[in-house]
């Protein structure tokens, strides 16, 4: 019996504090503050995306805490977060999202947190080149080539943000698409059921009032 219960509470905490991945939707019970953990490293960057999708007013408060610094974003009620933030200690980010101000509606979130792990092997280009012999020539051709490769990689990291945050608007909108069509479908089939009630219903009692009318007929001839 203990061992059932244990089994239980494990599987409670493994599915609410997880390590997440990146571009998921989560539904987030009302009055209820669920956490996920992602471990990062120093230089990493997070570009954090967040859509709320459904429910209520469509807002959310969220938190990104680090593991000893605290807080490193907190937004009350919000219905989109889009934000940069630097890395600067190893260990698990903890990213909260908060429904305990709704009393009776979930709320459906889309998050991404966009992690570019800048320089996680640890290895500098220039450092590379500089043990590489180079006749004197060549340095201004190495040079322009660095700041090349630097002018490349911050690109990378421009259209990628941009992706992300695409990515979690298309998710959004394609949500709401999903949700109008099937509220759509479901009104029209309501609808059409109706009508059929109705025209069945019209045409009983039309037949009703016809046989009423030559029952009464008969009965005066006779």
Not at 70 to 80: A, K, P, R, S
Not at 114 to 135: A, C, M, S, W, Y
Request: with cysteine; aromatic share 10%; proline share 2%.
């Amino acid at each position: 019996m203990v061992f059932s219960a244990l089994l239980i509470v494990l599987s409670l905490l493994l599915f609410t504090h997880c390590e997440i991945e990146d571009g998921i939707s989560y539904v987030v019970g009302p009055g209820k503050r669920d956490c996920f953990y992602r471990v990062l490293a120093v230089g990493d960057i997070m570009d954090f995306d967040l859509q709320v999708l459904s429910g209520g007013d469509m807002d959310i408060t969220v938190t990104i805490a680090a593991p000893t610094k605290g807080l490193l974003l907190e937004q009350f009620q919000e219905t989109e977060v889009s934000e940069e933030i630097q890395i600067e200690e190893d260990g698990p980010y903890e990213v909260c999202f908060d429904n305990t101000f709704s009393t009776f509606t979930e709320k459906v979130v889309y998050f991404d947190l966009g992690i570019d792990e800048n320089n996680r092997t640890g290895l500098d280009h220039i450092q590379l080149f500089k043990d590489i012999p180079v006749l004197k020539d060549d340095v201004e051709h190495v040079q322009k080539l660095l700041k090349s490769m630097d002018n490349i990689g911050f690109k990378i990291e421009v259209i990628a943000h941009h992706q992300a945050t695409y990515r979690s608007k298309h998710s959004r909108h394609k949500y709401l698409q999903d949700t109008n069509l099937r509220l759509v479908t479901w009104f029209s089939l309501g609808s059409c059921l109706v009508m059929i009630v109705v025209g069945v219903l019209q045409v009983v009692l039309i037949r009703n009032l016809f046989e009423t009318k030559n029952n009464k007929g008969m009965q005066n001839s006779l």
